[in-house]
């Protein structure tokens, strides 16, 4: 039977989708945004940030535990873990971007890998049953976000993964509890009392807890309503539920199961090169177009006294425009800090990002010398805005380029070698090589893994050496 309200509708959903509706696109995407996410996240693990809440995490104990990405020997409850590793996955701003615009691993990923490890009854877990929560989560996120055309912009107010990141985390972990359509409906309503933080907390250290706490208050709705815990059952069709996010909230019913569109289908991620806001990279790669027009060398260096003033066109976001940027959060915040640091390097990289690179004094010379345009032609949308780099020389000439997709961008997806590279790379800080191969394969294999608790170990940096029973393939002979 149908459900006659939006929020017994999603349920209806979360609770009927299985293995059979994934389509081959949904699989290859998502594989692609789980590697990416492992990637990042094992990176942030070595952050400043990652280190203070694990510090504070520490002081919670249990006897079910799960794995923290790039350790061996720490582990935590399944709640501090998803939040931890959802911290690290933010930490950097490295992790992946959807339209409209959120970020859909980073809360969904955490939460199911570190429930995977806490079942009950440990129960095994394949990797169909994983990408099959993972894109539920997935799914409701965007749908969610498609219930409003204020969501299709960058953000002004709050942070979207701290309002559909958290319904879909919830979504995800009660659909790898196989919870009823009641308790299903239960987990979005408990999770809608956890949700939304203010974008003031941009570029600092506390945005990264944004998606940590998606995955944790995900997990904790769904874990609640699997123990009877009830909310408010129509919480997706009331102006005071998650309407109260949005001025022009206009809920509408899921289709139908029977070949059911995946939005993931339809949309791809924006997976990035660079730690930094998404709004950066179309910044870099105009940037980086002009200083190759500049200098036929890479290596020769900008001539700093020539350049008269350097003219960014980008959308107007706030908090993007940052003229001096103090700190690296700020940095990867920054319109201004992105242009200059290209022009001077040809590049982005994770290394643009330190502090001697960030204060060198060429880079501040260059960044007094840059202001940003808003033409009213460029909205602040991931689908539709463009960055045009100018720089107005002492002689009067001007070097201009301008990019309107990126090389990352889902008009202009990273090529499977580049998005293993990138893992490697990042992967590479915490763990040996032959845990970080060991991903990989079980990722590239994912709907083929009887046990999925092989993915954790090689994430805490066991080696593949040490686990030939556990990396079981169906219908393979590997």
Known sequence: MWAK???????????????NHLTDVVIQRSKRMILDTLGVGLLGTSTEVCQKVKQYSKIYSSDISSTIWGHLDFRLPPLYAAFVNGVAVHSMDFDDTWHPATHPSGAVLPAVMALSEAFPQK?????????????????????????????????????PPTVVGTMGSAAACAKLLALNQMKCKNALAIAASYAGSPLANAATQTKPLHIGNAAKHGLEAACLASQGLQGNNQILDMES????FYTDYNPQTLPTL????????????AIKRFPAHLGTHWVADAASSVRRKL?????????????EKIIVKVPEVKY???????????????????????????????????SENIHRPALQELLCKTQLEHPSDNKPSFESLYCEVSIVLQDGNAISDRCDTFYGHWRKPLTKQDVEKKFQTNASEVLPAEAIEGIIETVYNLEKVEDCSVLNMFLSGQSARVLPEKLHLKHSNS
């Open 320 to 354: 993007v425009n940052r003229a001096n940027p103090k700190s690296e959060h700020e940095a990867r915040h920054s319109f201004q800090f992105v242009a200059c640091s290209a022009l001077l390097d040809g590049s982005m990289s994770i290394q643009s990002f330190t």
């Open 258 to 269: 029977q070949s059911y569109p995946w939005l993931l289908d339809q949309q791809d991620v």
């Open 5 to 19: 309200t939006i929020t017994g509708n999603f349920a209806n959903v979360i609770h009927g989708l299985n293995k």
């Open 295 to 307: 200098v036929e060398n890479s290596d020769i260096l900008l001539i700093l006294d020539k350049i």
């Open 123 to 159: 129960k095994k877990i394949s990797g169909l049953d994983l990408l099959l929560a993972f894109n539920v989560g997935i799914e409701v996120q965007g749908r969610l976000l498609r219930f409003s055309s204020e969501a299709r912009n960058i953000p002004k107010r709050f942070h």
């Open 241 to 244: 539920g998650i309407g109260a």
